[in-house]
């Protein structure tokens, strides 16, 4: 089988001003989703890679200075129909449709990396997988991960994904949340 080229969606950004008066924008680039054949040749099984660059800014002259921001990028994947249970197509297996994210680990400085995740997924759910938090220590930070492997297990029908950037921002009086979100893909 010849794999898929990827899926490359268009960058996206949010801006807004907060009530304190800094401009805070989230912004998604570098998206895509390639989605592959499964090495193990089950009709429950989806693979694919996923890459995504998350930026946050906060810009501005706000009236009360910036405690604090941070900003996370990630997927949110659910699963159509969960077959592991037997109940909708006889298939007997483990208690639920299991996803894998993992990518190699890497040297990151200030910033949260989770070299492998796994969830349960089940049907009409959608799981959040969080790829890495950075905190801003300037009025500027952002997260890149390329190439990351994704497995969905005892799922019928597509798998479907979707990125998303958040930016928070904290002052003495106020916090402020920005997202960003992508286009849906299925794998």
């Not at 989605?35 to 009236?63: D, H, M, Y």
């Not at 997924?121 to 930070?141: C, E, N, V």
């Amino acid at each position: 089988m010849s794999e898929a080229s990827p899926s490359t969606f268009a960058d996206r950004q949010v801006s807004k001003v907060t009530d304190d008066g800094w401009r805070v924008t989230a912004i998604k680039s570098q998206e895509q989703v390639r989605g592959v054949p499964p090495l193990n040749q089950s009709s429950w099984t989806r693979e694919g890679f996923l890459s995504l660059k998350g930026e946050g800014v906060i810009a501005g002259t706000g009236s009360i200075p910036v405690q604090s921001g941070t900003v996370a990028a990630g997927f949110q994947i659910g699963c159509n129909t969960d077959v592991t249970s037997g109940a909708t197509v006889g298939v007997s297996g483990g208690p639920s449709a299991q996803m894998n994210i993992s990518y190699p680990p890497a040297v990151v400085i200030g910033a949260t990396v989770t070299p492998n995740i796994s969830t349960t997924l089940r049907p009409g759910t959608i799981a959040d997988i969080p790829f890495g938090g950075k905190k801003m220590q300037i009025g500027k930070a952002g997260i890149t991960v390329d190439g990351v492997h994704v497995k969905v297990d005892g799922c019928l029908g597509p798998v479907a994904l979707r990125a998303y950037v958040t930016v928070s921002v904290s002052t003495a009086l106020n916090d402020n949340t920005i997202n960003v979100y992508g286009e849906p893909h299925y794998l």
